[in-house]
């Protein structure tokens, strides 16, 4: 994989990491070196040992790892849409069928 400037995979983050992080950020620890782990779960394909590489795009994705605003705004604006569509459809309703 080739970590490219126009990829943005802040968004595969778990709801464990950014809490982690707002943690670290709330205590004052913005700028403090900090230490996390990557792992997996289980050796692939039922083998008794991994090898690991790719370190270096895992230090490039890091290093680029940013909130874009308006990446984390759609999930916001998915559900303001999807709102105001039912609340448009279920008005529609009751004018058409009297209710």
Do not use: W
């Not at 080739?2 to 943005?8: A, I, T």
């Not at 909130?67 to 004018?95: H, R």
């Amino acid at each position: 994989m080739v970590v490219s400037d126009k990829l943005n995979l802040t968004m595969l983050c778990d709801f464990y990491e950014l809490t982690m992080g707002a943690g670290y950020f709330a205590n004052g620890y913005a700028d403090r070196i900090t230490y996390f782990d990557l792992f997996f779960r289980r050796c692939p394909d039922g083998g008794g040992f991994a090898i690991a590489a790719g370190l270096e795009q895992i230090v490039q994705y890091i290093q680029k790892l940013h909130f874009d605003p308006a990446i984390m705004a759609s999930p916001l604006i998915t559900t303001i849409v999807d709102t105001c569509s039912i609340l448009i459809y279920f008005n529609v309703a009751t004018v058409v069928f009297h209710l």
